[in-house]
């Protein structure tokens, strides 16, 4: 029964997409067909195929010993913070992340990345139908991240139209960075980490073309350059910069997190006195709290993922909060306890959180793109920040619905 719902959610969520598109008469569903088709030949492969899961456990122990060349740097730094039997999450999920930038950035530095990015991208377009670029961009959020991938393509963007750019604002809000897999990986399954990033991309191309379909001319569909006149930087230079950025990134997502944490407790702890009041004047036991509120409204969604009522209550609650928030919130409150769930709640909410779909990441795509293209551009996708939230929403529920049908 739980998989006939997984199934009718998936059907909703694509019927929800529909609902708000912007020209739903030219839908292109043939290509879309072909995404879906491959999403799911993708979930099966890596979920439940023995050769897939195979190369996604591989996968994920490179990730860790990675992770442990990483810790080796932090531990001659900071001995005592590597020592010890737990350690906190900004040092054993953040720090990692000195390394691993800079290792991104010196195989883009050597033009072996960009040619990954372009040989996948290129391949994708093929198979999907979908526009060269769109096709390469998805690839390149999926190794560099959204915000330096729009940085990156600063040349096509300004070509483009502003609906084309609306499309790549949408499948901003559900990529991750590379670099930050190795963060994930120290808190939640890393084989369903890596499961959920391909699976993103494909579902962004999926929801972005129903929300803002496009017809695009065969010449429009062309690839520019990366950074193709930029002066190249003497290496250790260039090493110096990647560094310091990955600092700079690391401080900034222990701020935020700090930040959310703390907002989201004094919001909690508002509502439960306020709840907790009222309780007593109506002589009623108990009250509720911040995760409560967020949980309505994300709870049908989680019961269409094919979840038990209790456990779609608890998994909406999370769902809700890593929008509001950001997925390091979450995963740092059920990463001693995520791999005790059953099979298909574990794949379902570890899968959710593997995408930056919140609140603040609508605010690093639009400050970004104010940088790029020209004002009317950027006002022109500001309109529709709404739609990028819910593209943002619709493909974590894709890919968790999609690895949840393998996950039982």
Do not use: C
Not at 148 to 173: F, G
Not at 364 to 383: H, P, Q, W
Request: aromatic letters at 12%; proline letters at 3%; a negative charge.
């Amino acid at each position: 029964m739980f998989l006939l719902i997984n199934i009718i959610g998936l059907l909703v969520f694509l019927g929800v997409a529909v609902i708000f598109s912007r020209d739903r008469k030219n839908i292109q569903w043939g290509s879309i067909g072909v995404l879906i088709v491959l999403n799911l030949i993708l979930a099966w492969f890596f979920v439940y195929f023995p050769a897939g899961t195979f190369v996604v456990e591989k996968g994920a122990a490179a990730i860790s010993w990675l992770i442990d060349a990483a810790f080796s740097g932090i531990g001659f730094a900071f001995n005592s913070f590597t020592e010890t039997e737990q350690m906190d999450m900004a040092v054993a999920a953040l720090m990692p992340i000195l390394l691993v930038v800079p290792l991104f950035d010196i195989l883009m530095y050597l033009g072996i990345l960009p040619w990954i990015i372009r040989g996948i991208g290129w391949v994708l377009a093929k198979i999907t139908r979908q526009p060269k670029f769109e096709s390469f961009f998805g690839i390149e959020m999926m190794f560099l991240g959204n915000t330096e991938a729009l940085a990156v393509s600063s040349e096509q963007l300004k070509r483009m139209n502003d609906a084309r750019v609306l499309t790549i604002a949408m499948m901003s809000m559900s990529s991750v960075s590379g670099a930050i897999v190795g963060a994930y990986v120290t808190m939640i399954p890393g084989e369903l980490v890596l499961t959920a990033i391909p699976l993103n991309i494909v579902n962004a191309m999926i929801v972005s073309s129903i929300l803002n379909p496009i017809k695009l001319d065969p010449e429009e569909d062309v690839v520019y350059d990366l950074r193709s006149n930029e002066a190249r930087q003497p290496f250790f230079s260039f090493l110096g910069d990647s560094v310091l950025n990955a600092g700079k990134l690391v401080l900034i997502i222990i701020a935020f997190v700090i930040s959310f944490v703390a907002l989201a407790e004094l919001a909690d702890r508002l509502i439960h006195l306020i709840t907790g009041g009222f309780a007593s004047l109506m002589h009623i036991k108990g009250s509720f709290g911040l995760d409560q509120i967020l949980g309505v409204f994300m709870y049908p969604f989680a019961l269409l993922l094919g979840l038990p009522f209790d456990e779609a209550w608890l998994v909406a609650q999370q769902m809700a909060k890593k929008i509001v928030t950001n997925e390091f919130v979450v995963m740092g409150e059920i990463a001693g306890e995520v791999n005790d769930y059953d099979p298909h709640r574990r794949a379902i909410i570890s899968t959710f959180l593997i995408s930056f779909a919140n609140f603040s990441t609508i605010g690093m795509i639009i400050g970004t793109l104010k940088g790029i293209v020209k004002e009317s551009t950027s006002d022109f996708v500001s309109k529709y920040v709404p739609m990028m939230l819910l593209a943002g929403i619709l493909v974590s529920l894709l890919t968790a619905g999609f690895v949840g049908l393998f996950a039982w």
